[in-house]
Each structure stands twice: as structure tokens, then as C-alpha cells.
């Protein structure tokens, strides 16, 4: 029997992911569900809505409400908030980046603790993960040199990896993050929805 | 000090007030918290935000993910769920009549009663809420008589009433339902948000 999985899908650029990767390690831990971090880009999917931005620039109130909502999710957490400018960041190189320390084949230890990392300092920090200097930093924060691992991000092969990811996203009906997926085909959307995905998972054995 | 309240902000027509109408009483009585239910038109904000129907209508993915997220809620909750058709319902009519019953002057015990079972025959049943005989039904189930409670939702004061709820949903800043407003002016977006509302308003005294 399987041990159950939960797949994390999640934009580096998502507001509401950033609780979600803060908390979703922890949790999974305690309900013994393993996890697959799976970096993917919202671009494509919010242009195939005929959206060019966030949803949240496009619709003001909603953008208003998210940020306030945020902070309040923030504070009960007691993580540090920053909004970022510009928002959305550009989360090209950050998820090209993450896919090469979360590869299957080469699964390097770093992979999560990255994403996690890139999420701070976006949200924590308000520094641009755009920024390869940035990304740089972040991956000798965690001892990672960083020269090669970008040189690999933007192989032809990563760069596949995450076109291909991000078309996964699509055939499985994505359209915000963060996503959770389970292997039975349910699909639970928001940091909000991330207890509820785990018990789901559990169930699915 | 005043008791704690919070504003209740629903539209029939929508989904995700159907739990949230169908739990906020036991909720709000075990926190101490009085309610304030205040049905509004979502009509119109949508319309001010170039929409001509439901947003789970015109972007699918997200409404496929709704009707099934809104199911696995249901199931959580032991509440049936049958999905209305036409999906949105017009919701002005039963809108009228609530505030009739919920009227400030004549505060009618009935005005609550109605409003639950009016998402109870929409979403349990699928019954058209629309429809002035089922409207009727419904009241007549609460005892109360039917006709002269329909003419008087009818009345030039009570539609100004309706329309002045909803300039003043506008006002606050309202974009979506249920939404839950606290005396300091706190907005809470969600059925997923109403436990998070309420100690927010128990904070606020």
C-alpha cells in the first residue's frame, strides 16, 4: 500500500501560498502524508482566461480584500509580512530554479527548503525574486552554489520541465494557487482548503 | 459596552451562502455574537465589475471546481445538495420578501426562518426561488400568510430598502457572498471565513 501523497502546486508569485508554504511541511508531517512540491506558472492559465495580470490588479475590491485578508492570515501565524513591488513578481527564474533542486532524478535535499526560501524573502522581505542576484543569495544561504545550479535552470531540459509542468496544471483543471491534488483526482484550492486536502489524502490510501 | 455583532451579507443566488446560512446561528449563539442578516443584489457589483452573470459562470474551470468543492462541504456538513437550475437563480424576489420580515421597525420573528429555508428549498430541493408560488410556500410553512407579505416586498419603500442595502454593500467594499462585516469595520470573505469573523467580533466590543 501506497503511503498517501499530496501534490503542492504553487506560482512563486501567489499571495495565499505563502501561508501555505510557511505551514504545509509541518502539517504534512503530523498527518504523515508525503508531499511533491510542484512549482508551476499561473501566467499561461490566467492568459488562456484573457487575464494579463493578476486577478487581484484586475479586480481592485478583490485586491483590496486580499491583501487586508492576508495580513490577517499573517498575523495569526506570526509570520512577517511585506507586500512586494511590483506585484506580481516575475516567478520565471524562481521556478526554474526550484525545479532543478526538486528533479526526480537528481532530488536534491535543497528543493523545498528553496521554495520555501524564495517565499520569505518575497513576502518577508519584499525582495525581487526576479532578481538573479537575489536567487543567487538565497541559494548560498543554503549552501547551494549558485552559478551552475542557474546555468541548469535555463537548460533547454529545465526550461521543458517547466512548460511541461505547467501544461499538467492545465489538463488537471488548475486555475489559482496554491493547489492541492491528490492521487484519486480531487483538487482542493487555497491555503485555506490545505487541512481539508490533507484529510483527504489520509483517507486515500 | 454594546454585545457583539456581525453583519451576515448574502445574495440568494449564491453558493457558498447556503452553508454559511445554514451554520451561522449555532455558531453565533456558541460565541456570543449577535446577527445582523442583511440580503443584498451581487447583480450589481458584478455588473460594476463587467460581469453579466456569475463568475463561476463565465470562467468554468472555476466553477466546475466550485460546484464540487461546494459538494465535498455539503457532505462534511451532513446538508444535501441539489444544484439549481438555471444556475444563477434571480434572487430579488426572495430578497424583497426577507427584508420584510428582517425589517428594522417590525422586526418579524420570521425574517431569519425564511432566509434558511429559502437556500434550504434552492439548494436541497432545487426549487426556483424566483418563482412567487414557491416563494409563497415558503412562507406559508412559517405561518405566515403569504399575500399580503409578497405585496408588501412589492412596495416602493421596501425596493428603496433593498437598493440602499446594496449601495451600502457597495460602499463597503463588498465584491463577493457570504460576507461577514464586523462593527470596526473588519471584512470577512467567505463561508470558509465565518469562524474567523466571529472572534474577530467577540474581540471587538
Redesign the interface.
Known sequence: MAAPTLDFWFDFASTYSYPAAMRIRALAGEAGVGLNFRPFLLGPIFKS?GWDTSPFNL?P??G??MW??LE?ICT?LSLPLRRPEPFPQQSLLAARVALVGLGEASHEPWGEEFCVAVYRAQFAHGRRIDDAAVIGDILEGLGVPAAPVIAAAGSDDNKMRLRATTEEAQRR????APTFTTCDGE????N??LE?ALLWAQRDR
Open positions: 482566461q479586480y475590491l478583490k483590496h480584500y487586508r485578508d490577517r495569526d483543471g488548475l486555475f489559482g483538487l482542493f484550492w487555497g485555506d482548503r481539508r
